[in-house]
């Protein structure tokens, strides 16, 4: 099979498509044809080497963590998939163990025509049919989050929210959320990006300047800012006012710079505030979508991988196989 791989940690133009052995499935896995698959931060900082106190690949390494496919081999004890289900979901690939989950949800690497996923986890569901492959193996991550910090900021109808960083994935998916909940949103963003965010739900979109921040705002998204870059953030919250970062790994709540208000983490492996089921039930229903901002072949991966650090992108990078 055709594969994205890593032979050495290195940048992205470093990457290249070669033949690997099809991974076959063992007890309680479940092997997915690939249709689809998205590329994330994950995947380049693994690669660079930004993980290595971590975890050391063991190299060729497969990237790749949302897909959508079909499955064609089922392992001896798997009973929720059969062959020809049409499946969709985020897995690590297996050597990244060190994020912790009771269920891990473990893959072979889905930037690949074929990969091998655990089957026994809350991060993989049946694709509906409603939704397209391509809008399938951009959603999970990004639909699973957008659910996720919507829980844990517990937005209600007319307060002003800041949302840092909208027009990535998360951004994208969560605006529409933010807009139906009744908040007035403020984003982030480009230049050119203001009429796309208006579009998703923005009310206003500002610069990425922290000094153009609004004040006295009722719950700060942050999707992008390292921990350093917090206390920015939380000076746009008004007194008792929530801060949720996505930011990994969790930082301490010093780093705001202020005790007044209350900092939420989010990174739920367990699916404790919603999984891949709960994203494909909101998606079917027509509640929560993600833009796409650019589609390559899988021919073209390193060139996809490649862009999406250099070039600014609207929404998810999607690589179809």
Do not use: W
């Given at each position: 099979m055709k594969a994205l791989v890593a032979t050495a940690y290195g940048e992205p133009g470093q990457l290249s498509i070669a033949d690997l052995e099809v991974p076959r499935p063992g007890p309680g896995q479940i092997q997915v044809k690939i249709a689809a698959s998205a590329i994330n931060p994950t995947?380049?900082?693994?690669?660079?080497?930004?993980?290595?106190?971590l975890v050391e690949l063991e190299f060729p390494y497969v990237p790749g963590n949302e897909f959508a496919g079909t499955v064609t081999e089922v392992g001896a004890g798997v009973t929720d998939y059969r062959v020809g289900d049409?499946?969709?979901?985020?897995?690590?690939?297996?050597?990244?163990?060190?994020?912790?989950?009771?269920?891990?949800?473990?893959?072979?690497?889905?930037?690949?025509?074929?990969?091998?996923?655990?089957?026994?986890?809350?991060?993989?569901?049946?694709?509906?049919?409603?939704?397209?492959?391509?809008?399938?193996?951009?959603?999970?991550?990004?639909?699973?989050?957008?659910?996720?910090?919507?829980?844990?900021?517990?937005?209600?109808?007319?307060?002003?929210?800041?949302?840092?960083?909208?027009?990535?994935?998360?951004?994208?998916?969560?605006?529409?959320?933010?807009?139906?909940?009744?908040?007035?949103?403020?984003?982030?963003?480009?230049?050119?990006?203001?009429?796309?965010?208006?579009?998703?739900?923005?009310?206003?979109?500002?610069?990425?300047?922290?000094?153009g921040y609004p004040s006295g705002v009722d719950a700060v998204f942050d999707l992008v800012l390292p921990h350093?870059?917090?206390?920015?953030?939380?000076?746009?919250?008004?007194?008792?006012?929530?801060?949720?970062?996505?930011?990994?790994?969790?930082?301490?709540?010093d780093l705001l710079g202020r005790d007044d208000v209350d900092l939420h983490f989010f990174l739920d492996m367990d699916a404790e505030l919603g999984g891949m089921r709960e994203v494909a039930e909101a998606a079917e229903r027509g509640a929560l979508s993600v833009r796409i901002a650019r589609r390559y072949r899988l021919e073209e991966a390193v060139q996809a991988a490649v862009a999406y650090v250099r070039e600014h992108n609207l929404g998810k990078v999607v690589v179809t196989m």
């Open positions: 995947d380049i900082r693994v690669v660079t080497g930004d993980y290595r106190e049409e499946v969709f979901g985020q897995a690590l690939p297996r050597q990244l163990r060190f994020v912790p989950a009771r269920r891990p949800s473990m893959s072979t690497g889905a930037l690949a025509e074929y990969a091998v996923f655990e089957a026994d986890t809350p991060l993989l569901a049946h694709r509906p049919a409603n939704i397209p492959v391509e809008q399938a193996a951009a959603l999970p991550i990004a639909g699973m989050t957008a659910l996720g910090v919507m829980a844990l900021a517990a937005i209600r109808p007319g307060e002003k929210v800041l949302v840092i960083g909208a027009s990535g994935g998360v951004g994208t998916a969560l605006l529409p959320l933010l807009a139906a909940a009744g908040a007035h949103v403020v984003a982030t963003g480009a230049a050119g990006d203001h009429a796309v965010l208006r579009e998703l739900g923005a009310d206003e979109v500002i610069g990425y300047d922290a000094a350093d870059r917090l206390s920015a953030a939380a000076a746009a919250l008004r007194p008792g006012g929530r801060l949720v970062t996505i930011i990994y790994p969790e930082p301490a709540k």
